[in-house]
């Protein structure tokens, strides 16, 4: 069974701090990790998808890198607009089936 | 570009009434998604569709729930009869269907059941 686990649980920061927030996954044949971030009331945004080890995608502020065993999300200079749950999912094997982590809480200050 | 699109945003209702839960997924996804989202168990999947036919409901908790696909571009999902226990964010998704492509959430129906 694909598990997830993502680290820290909350994460609270001052503008400004980078910091990096960690994926660690099983899964039997890696499909996809993907990482998503989710603002109070609303659904998961779609921000990343990685597909090897070695691989790393940035988006503003954001980049996320991976291994075989797991993936990191690195903010670079964060601002308080970044203050979110981000969540990390893996997709697996012959199905579409996406296993979510719990998520990481992220705040920052201003 | 419209995305996944949620009826209704909020559901207030009491114990033993049917709910039901709407999703017009992303024009040209041709699967879609239905996860339930709690403090204590994070995004739990309930059951997914490809090209209208269920997949696998290995994920739907009981026989109270149950849920639909007639067409590419509407799905139900039905609690009958509601419990306190089934209060939670009900999200739906949809993608390409293919493995390595992501799915995309509408913004959710928060249930709660007094």
């Known amino acids: 069974e694909d598990q997830v686990t993502q680290s820290p649980e909350a994460l609270r920061l001052q503008e400004g701090e980078s910091s990096s927030l960690n994926c660690s996954y099983t899964v039997s044949g890696l499909r996809g990790l993907f990482w998503y971030r989710q603002d109070p009331g609303k659904g998961p945004e779609f921000l990343f998808t990685?597909?090897?080890a070695g691989e790393e995608k940035e988006k503003e502020r954001l980049k996320a890198t991976l291994t075989k065993k797991e993936s990191f999300l690195h903010i670079t200079a964060p601002k308080p607009e970044d203050s979110a749950t981000y969540l990390c999912?893996?997709?697996?094997?012959?199905?579409?089936?996406?296993?979510f982590g719990k998520g990481t809480l992220l705040t920052v200050n201003p | 570009d419209a995305g996944v699109i949620q009826s209704p945003r909020h559901e207030v209702t009491e114990m033993g009434q049917e709910v039901t839960l709407r999703c017009k997924p992303i024009s040209g996804h041709n699967s879609l998604f239905w996860y339930r989202q709690t403090m204590m168990r994070g995004l739990e999947l309930l059951i997914y569709f490809n090209n209208n036919v269920p997949i696998d409901d290995s994920g739907m908790p009981e026989d109270r729930f149950s849920a639909k696909m007639p067409n590419a571009s509407f799905s139900t999902l039905k609690i009958q009869p509601s419990e306190p226990r089934d209060s939670a964010v009900y999200f739906c998704?949809?993608?390409?269907?293919?493995?390595?492509?992501?799915?995309?959430f509408g913004d959710g129906t928060r249930l709660s059941i007094l």
């Open positions: 999912a893996v997709s697996g094997g012959s199905n579409y089936k996406l296993t």
């Open positions: 998704a949809s993608s390409t269907g293919h493995h390595n492509q992501p799915q995309h």
């Open positions: 990685l597909y090897s």
